[in-house]
């Protein structure tokens, strides 16, 4: 059966990796669109400062989050790390870049320009009305 989900992943920069840090601190309170706005809503160069006042925003004490951007052992920073490792391991080095996974084939990297080309192609569309046909 064809199935899709969307996850939302980073492939930052070194620059930009404590903000991706930032980003997976505020998910675990449930935080992390709420800092994803108000991080682009910024029309400002971030720097650490600007970063650690967003997260104090957000109600997280900022030399706890000083602390654990410190901490090479923090999950968060663990989790961006195992992004950064995938998106190496799949090709991806750029962002938003899209993964089709279909069954039996290798996994594809796409951005918003290739991937109409790669589902619409010959292999993808059989694997998708073989998948529909099954499913009547």
Sequence with gaps: RASSRATARRSPSVSSRA?????????????????????????????????????????????????????????????????????????INATPTFVVLAAGQKPVSANQKTLPRILNSATIQSILLRSTNASE
């Design 19 to 91: 903000a991706a840090a930032l980003s997976e601190m505020a998910a675990e309170d449930g935080k992390f669109w709420t800092f994803i706005e108000t991080l682009h809503g910024r029309h400002t160069q971030m720097d650490r400062a600007a970063y650690l006042a967003i997260m104090e925003h957000l109600g997280f004490e900022p030399d706890a989050v000083e602390r654990r951007l410190s901490d090479p052992e923090d999950p968060a920073i663990a989790r961006v790390l195992h992004d950064e490792d995938l998106a190496a391991g799949l090709g």
